[in-house]
């Protein structure tokens, strides 16, 4: 052991990466406050060259304490050894982060080349995948995935900086923010820098042969002629209970649920102008709490549009067995309200579909032998419709086999939008969701031979209903119609 100047030694590069901004650290502010009281008591480790093998933290806290000596032990090991030795080193610590232990299992990624394709029996990468594996031991294999999914998130947010990447990942560690937390972060972030805030802008994000998506902001529809469509169904953002990763121009965000109101009210009148005259909407609303008070969201929307000389024809009741959990004192909200809206009393409804299709009496009324008609009460308590968790779930699986990580928890069960299209469209109508989300209204649409029109601000759930809509469209058969094309939308 021999006493050195601290001005002689050099931390390793790969130090940086591996502890991220220390100064943020409170272990490190910890071992400061140590030092300061009573001195450094383990001595580092360096090379000949005086390059820093083990102590890096050490030798920054006595650094910034203004010690001009530090115990040092010299190492006889090769400059080519250091990288690995460094590693080592961080290994032993006894307190480590998931990001800190994500950024070793990088390290030996890199340095012994691991990747698909290698020959498995190379003994430097039966001594990689060796080392890798006892860190992924350490926390979940999820943990790891998550991590990687914000890194590669992170890497396109910044374009390929390697630097500022490992940053922005060691300030949210340091921050205290889970996995998952730093995960739904840099996913927003990613998300909003890619928004369209303008209203003017329209982007034409996926044109197919059955349906058109457009990231836009609904409250102006330019872009849509008027008397387009034959059908809006829509389930609209919820008021203060979601986070749909649109920042300050998401709708359900505002402070008062007046100005929500007026929001939403501006999206559906625009919808109106692009409906025929013999064209319904169907508007799916839920209530919100605010500070323990209901806030009667769903009458005062009702109302509002009402005024604005929209026409309710109809009140439906879905009764939902996994509705979204509202803590506090009272019961379980367990349905939302579906409001059926025409422009005139000339509207198109249809009930002779319901003869071919078996409810088992769940949302329809009569016998076969005499005309049906639908319920204004949905109950898909009894499998007749997947709920909204098992619609999440079959969902969810399907977008992790393409690659998908979502996570709108939103989705509305598929039966939903059809009832609605059965009922007031026919074979080559055009349906319009303004709040496209992931394309449960697409899918119903063009199960049904419908063309659809879908409209979203967040080009990632524009993504995900791309490649769920498109594994449907591909096994559907082409309409046999020689009604209007959805080219005629744009």
């Known amino acids: 052991m021999k006493k050195v100047s601290i001005g002689l030694l050099r931390p390793n590069p790969i130090s940086f990466s591996l502890y991220g901004d220390l100064n943020q650290d409170e272990n490190f502010l910890s071992l400061k406050t140590s030092i300061q009281l009573e001195g450094v008591l383990e001595p580092l480790v360096v090379t000949k060259d005086y390059y820093i093998i083990s102590g890096v933290r050490r030798f920054y806290a006595a650094k910034q304490l203004g010690l001009q000596e530090i115990d040092v032990i010299f190492s006889l090991i090769s400059q080519d050894q250091v990288d690995e030795y460094v590693v080592i080193s961080h290994q032993q610590q006894r307190v480590k982060s998931s990001v800190q232990i994500f950024r070793e299992i990088e390290i030996i990624r890199k340095k012994y080349d691991l990747k698909q394709g290698r020959n498995q029996k190379n003994p430097l990468v039966i001594q990689g995948n060796k080392e890798r594996d006892e860190l992924i031991k350490l926390r979940s294999t999820g943990t790891f995935n998550r991590l990687k999914d914000s890194k590669k998130m992170l890497s396109d947010l910044y374009k390929g900086d390697e630097a500022q990447v490992w940053k922005e990942l060691y300030k949210m560690d340091n921050q205290r923010k889970s996995v998952l937390s730093i995960q739904k972060e840099v996913r927003k972030r990613l998300t909003q820098s890619k928004l369209t805030k303008d209203t003017t802008i329209v982007k034409e994000l996926v044109t197919e042969n059955l349906y058109k998506i457009f990231q836009a902001n609904a409250m102006k529809l330019f872009f849509l002629e008027d008397g387009l469509v034959d059908l809006v169904f829509t389930s609209p953002p919820y008021y203060c209970l979601r986070d749909y990763e649109t920042g300050e121009i998401q709708l359900g965000n505002e402070k008062t649920v007046e100005e929500f ?25 839920m209530d919100s709490y605010k500070d323990g008070v209901l806030l009667n969201v769903p009458g005062k929307l009702k109302q509002a549009l009402m005024d604005k000389g929209l026409m309710l024809v109809s009140e439906i009741v879905w009764v939902k067995e996994n509705p979204l959990y509202i803590k506090g004192k009272r019961p379980q909200p367990c349905y939302e309200v579906i409001y059926h809206f025409v422009k005139t009393l000339d509207y198109k409804y249809y009930t002779d579909w319901m003869s071919d299709v078996e409810f088992e009496g769940q949302v329809t009324y009569g016998d076969f032998g005499k005309s049906r008609q639908l319920k204004n009460f949905f109950d898909y308590r009894n499998q007749v419709a997947n709920t909204n968790v098992a619609n999440n779930v079959k969902l969810a699986n399907l977008m992790k086999k393409m690659g998908y990580d979502m996570d709108h928890s939103a989705t509305m069960p598929f039966e939903i939008p059809n009832i609605g299209i059965l009922s007031t469209t026919q074979v080559g109508d055009t349906v319009l969701d303004p709040f496209n989300g992931l394309g449960t209204t697409g899918l119903a649409a063009i199960s049904q031979d419908r063309y659809y029109i879908g409209v979203d601000n967040n080009p990632r759930y524009i993504e995900q209903s791309k490649v769920r809509l498109n594994l449907f469209e591909e096994g559907h058969t082409k309409l046999q119609t020689e009604s209007q094309t959805i080219n005629q939308a744009a």
Do not use: P
């Not at 007026?262 to 799916?284: P, Q, T, W």
């Open 261 to 285: 109101i007026e929001n939403l009210v501006k999206v559906l009148i625009e919808c109106a102008r692009v409906m025929k005259n013999s064209a319904s909407m169907f508007i799916n609303i």
